[in-house]
C-alpha cells in the first residue's frame, strides 16, 4: 500500500512513463499529473532516463518543449542502463530526501529494482511493449501497480 504521507517526491522516468516513442510526444494526461503533484500537492519532481548517445540531446530538446520544466526540479538522463542507479542517488542526493520518502514511476519493472531494493516506495506502470516484464525476487515487488499515469491523481487524493 502506497504510503502517501510520507511521499516528498516522485522521480519519474522518460520514455514509455512520460514520453510515447511511437507519437513522439508526451503521453495524454501528463501534464495534469505532474502539475496535480507539484502545484496541489508541492512535491518535489524529477526524471532519472536511459538514453542512448545517439538521442541524448534529442532527449533533452523534447524535454524542453514539453513544458515539464514549469513542474520538475531536475532530470538526469544516462547511456549506460547500469548508471541509472547512481542517477537516483543523485537524485536523492541534490533533494535531500531519504529514499522512503521518494515514489518512483517506471514503465519497466526491471529498472524499480534499485528504488525499491533501497527503500523507495515504487509505481509500476504496466502498459506498453514492457508490461510482460513481471516483478520477481531479484527486482522486488512494486508498492502500487497502474495502468495509466493519471491513476497516480486519486492516489494522492485527488478527483480522476
Known amino acids: 500500500m502506497l504510503n502517501i504521507k ?6 519519474f522516468d522518460w520514455g514509455e512513463t512520460l514520453f510515447e516513442r511511437e507519437t513522439n510526444k508526451v503521453f495524454p494526461g ?7 503533484l507539484a502545484r496541489k500537492k508541492g512535491l518535489s519532481l524529477a ?16 524535454l524542453n518543449g514539453s513544458g515539464f520544466w514549469d513542474f520538475i526540479s531536475m532530470a538526469l538522463f ?8 547512481t542517477l537516483y542517488r543523485n537524485i536523492l542526493g541534490n533533494l535531500m530526501i531519504h529514499p522512503s520518502n521518494v515514489l518512483a514511476v ?3 519493472i526491471v529498472r524499480l529494482d534499485w528504488p525499491i531494493q533501497n527503500g ?4 509500476w506502470l504496466c502498459r506498453g511493449k514492457f508490461k510482460d516484464e513481471l516483478p520477481s525476487e531479484e527486482t522486488g515487488f512494486p508498492t ?3 495502468s495509466s499515469l493519471v491513476e497516480l491523481i486519486p492516489l494522492f487524493g485527488g478527483a480522476a
Request: proline share 2%.
Open 144 to 146: 502500487v501497480t497502474i
Open 30 to 36: 501528463a501534464e495534469e499529473v505532474l502539475d496535480f
Open 78 to 85: 544516462t547511456e549506460n542502463p547500469e548508471d541509472k542507479k
Open 120 to 123: 523507495c516506495q515504487a509505481a
Open 6 to 11: 510520507r511521499i516528498q517526491a516522485v522521480v
Open 47 to 62: 526524471i532519472v532516463s536511459i538514453a542512448a548517445s545517439s538521442s541524448m540531446e534529442s532527449r533533452f530538446q523534447k
Open 106 to 108: 517506471d514503465d519497466r
